[in-house]
């Protein structure tokens, strides 16, 4: 039993924070959640949180936006009611996974370049040559994405957050956009107990990682079990019509698709991405590992492309299953024969069209004890490797 502590929840994930509550033996904290007429949102703070150690909880999930909005007011609230500690608890981080360059159905969009004239610098020489006259060319501009890793830094502190509590960032060095602690808890704990206890011989299977970013994830899974590791890579070659004799690049296998055009050397030239499996999985069972499952596109490449290497049993080990647009299509139809995910995010809706292919593990516990530790100024790295 913990005393002077709150615990509100956000309105996207009610039944994740009352196993959390239940874990601490408390009750919610009271608070009305609403909007106007015109679609702004309303909060209502029921109950005194004068010098109490008050915890927000609200996944990013559902109508991201607003939730986000509504945890920035419910966090200013506490603030500005004498909260004396306010903790913003997001089992999946909002913003934390966005792409370098435009994403697209079809992958990453590179960006056109506009007919914008570029200014060019003047050069001296040429000013006298030319009568001073200053001269512009078309040389294009890409285009340039916002990161909004520093601005929702931002938000979340000056709307009052002390502390930040996380699970599985996409990126782990998000945390250095912040000037205030952040916990990034682990599910890798719980992930390793589902192996070890539901996977039939664990000890004959492959960990692999779906592409280089995870690989370090999935190694050290792979590590503590002591089972063999394998990646799939991917790569962009460039492929030149004129010289295809020259080539050895099969355009035909199932392998290689276009991914993009381009000048490489020639404007014949074009560049295809090709991917291929490090390491050995065939006749063995395949565990592929990762934070987040949004459009599903990666993992069920994967998968496809292990069953091309005559592995055994596919298994997909996930944190964060949003599962976006026809994803759960996609994983139905594919070569999944388990998928895990936890319930950082809802899942009734997800378990209703995947059935038992979706397997649905409780991180409540580790963020209830994550909660009580840090209320009682404990560390809370014990449970990054055990969980709770």
């Known amino acids: 039993m913990v005393h002077d502590i709150v615990v509100f929840s956000g309105s996207s994930h009610p039944g994740l924070v009352s196993k959390i509550v239940s874990n601490l033996s408390l009750e919610e904290g009271r608070v009305k959640l609403g909007k106007f007429s015109n679609g702004e949102t309303s909060i209502s703070i029921g109950e005194s949180v004068r010098e109490k150690d008050v915890y927000v909880?609200?996944?990013?999930?559902?109508?991201?936006?607003d939730n986000f909005m509504e945890l920035l007011i419910m966090l200013s609230a506490c603030k500005t009611a004498s909260a004396k500690r306010v903790t913003a608890v997001l089992p999946l981080f909002p913003y934390s996974?966005?792409?370098d360059l435009p994403y697209s159905k079809k992958g990453i969009n590179r960006g056109k370049q506009s007919d914008t004239p570029a200014v060019e610098k003047p050069n001296p020489l040429e000013e006298e040559n030319n009568n001073n006259t200053l001269t512009t060319s078309k040389t294009g501009y890409k285009t340039w994405i916002a990161q909004s890793g520093t601005l929702i830094a931002e938000l979340l502190t000056k709307s009052g957050a002390d502390h930040i509590i996380t699970m599985d960032l996409h990126d782990a060095q998000f945390q250095g956009f912040f000037d205030i602690s952040v916990d990034n808890l682990y599910s890798k704990p719980i992930l390793q107990h589902y192996i070890q206890?539901?996977?039939?011989?664990?000890?004959?299977?492959?960990?692999?990682s779906p592409d280089a970013g995870g690989a370090k994830r999935a190694t050290a899974i792979a590590d503590n079990l002591l089972v063999p590791f394998a990646l799939i890579h991917k790569e962009k070659r460039?492929?030149?019509?004129?010289?295809?004799?020259?080539?050895?690049?099969?355009?035909?296998?199932?392998?290689?698709?276009?991914?993009?055009?381009?000048?490489?050397?020639s404007?014949?030239?074009?560049?295809?991405?090709?991917?291929?499996?490090?390491?050995?999985?065939?006749?063995?069972?395949?565990?592929?590992?990762?934070?987040?499952?949004d459009t599903s596109y990666t993992i069920t490449r994967a998968a496809k492309l292990l069953k091309r290497q005559n592995c055994g049993k596919?298994?997909?080990?996930?944190?964060?299953?949003?599962?976006?647009?026809?994803?759960?299509?996609?994983?139905?139809q594919s070569a999944i024969d388990k998928i895990v995910v936890t319930n950082s995010v809802p899942q009734e809706k997800h378990q209703e069209v995947l059935g038992d292919k979706l397997v649905v593990l409780d991180v409540s516990r580790i963020l209830g004890e994550a909660i009580?530790?840090?209320?009682?100024?404990?560390?809370?790295?014990?449970?990054?490797?055990?969980?709770?």
């Not at 004799?245 to 000048?263: M, T």
């Not at 596919?314 to 299509?329: K, M, N, P, Q, R």
């Open 197 to 208: 206890t539901k996977i039939p011989d664990y000890q004959n299977c492959v960990i692999v």
């Open 238 to 265: 460039f492929f030149n019509p004129k010289h295809a004799s020259n080539s050895n690049l099969d355009l035909s296998s199932p392998q290689n698709s276009a991914s993009s055009s381009g000048s490489s050397g």
């Open 57 to 65: 909880i609200q996944s990013s999930c559902g109508n991201i936006n």
């Open 267 to 293: 404007q014949d030239g074009k560049s295809y991405a090709t991917t291929m499996i490090v390491g050995d999985v065939e006749g063995k069972d395949c565990i592929i590992v990762d934070d987040l499952v």
């Open 372 to 388: 009580r530790r840090i209320h009682n100024g404990e560390s809370v790295s014990i449970l990054f490797d055990h969980g709770w």
């Open 314 to 332: 596919i298994y997909v080990l996930i944190t964060h299953g949003i599962f976006s647009g026809d994803a759960l299509e996609r994983i139905q």
């Open 97 to 99: 996974r966005q792409p």
